[in-house]
T-cell receptor, first 110, second 118 residues
Framework: DQQVKQNSPSLSVQEGRISILNCDYT??????FLWYKKYPAEGPTFLIS?????DKNEDGRFTVFLNKSAKHLSLHIVPSQPGDSAVYFC?????????FGAGTILRVKS | EPEVTQTPSHQVTQMGQEVILRCVPI?????FYWYRQILGQKVEFLVS????????KSEIFDDQFSVERPDGSNFTLKIRSTKLEDSAMYFC????????????????FGSGTRLTVV
């Protein structure tokens, strides 16, 4: 089973506030989870990741939280900036390929 | 910084025509991929290619699709007879092997080719 799910198609947040993007997965054997950011007319670019042996990874304004018992991860962006407006995909490596969620469109309003 | 290059950025083709999407992966990468994203949907895996052969393909990658590495630098995706439902963004990716651990961190994506079938 290789499912990664993002159930919120879009999120709108005021500049300066926190953005929380969620992702659920079905296979407890996944080792790493990654978040990719995608602007229109560009390819996905790597943003931040977390290993399954950790429950938190922080990089500047971006923090990933992993709840293994719930098979859930979330990406927190604080403070949100207008330049963060993009599509965010959560992904994991299954076999020798990346498997993506459906993505969440984040709009940060100024 | 090394990047994956895709051409053309946008291709419009008539239904039933053949199209070839081109990619130049990063030179020292060994795994090559094609993904596609239909408008509003998730990025879907199509095929992976390693050591001059397909290593894995999805259900989407049927007989209408083929991939080739005709020389040491290009990696192409051919759609033999395009259908309206082939309209999508097609992303090429390559993965570095060996130096980057875990390997999940080694993927680099191109900017994509928007294919419109009319």
């Amino acid at each position: 089973d290789q499912q990664v799910k993002q159930n919120s198609p879009s999120l709108s947040v005021q500049e300066g506030r926190i953005s929380i993007l969620n992702c659920d997965y079905t296979n407890s054997m996944f080792d790493y989870f990654l978040w990719y950011k995608k602007y229109p007319a560009e390819g996905p670019t790597f943003l931040i990741s977390i290993s399954s042996i950790k429950d938190k990874n922080e990089d500047g304004r971006f923090t990933v939280f992993l709840n293994k018992s719930a098979k859930h991860l979330s990406l927190h962006i604080v403070p949100s900036q207008p330049g963060d407006s993009a599509v965010y995909f959560c992904a994991t490596e299954y076999g020798n390929k990346l498997v993506f969620g459906a993505g969440t469109i984040l709009r940060v309003k100024s | 910084e090394p990047e994956v290059t895709q051409t053309p950025s946008h291709q419009v083709t008539q239904m039933g025509q053949e199209v070839i999407l081109r990619c130049v992966p990063i030179s020292n990468h060994l795994y090559f991929y094609w993904y596609r994203q239909i408008l509003g949907q998730k990025v879907e895996f199509l095929v992976s290619f390693y050591n001059n052969e397909i290593s894995e393909k999805s259900e989407i990658f049927d007989d209408q699709f083929s991939v080739e590495r005709p020389d040491g630098s290009n990696f192409t995706l051919k759609i033999r007879s395009t259908k309206l439902e082939d309209s999508a963004m097609y992303f090429c990716a390559s993965k570095e092997v060996g130096d980057i651990l875990p390997t999940a961190y080694g993927y680099t994506f191109g900017s994509g080719t928007r294919l419109t079938v009319v």
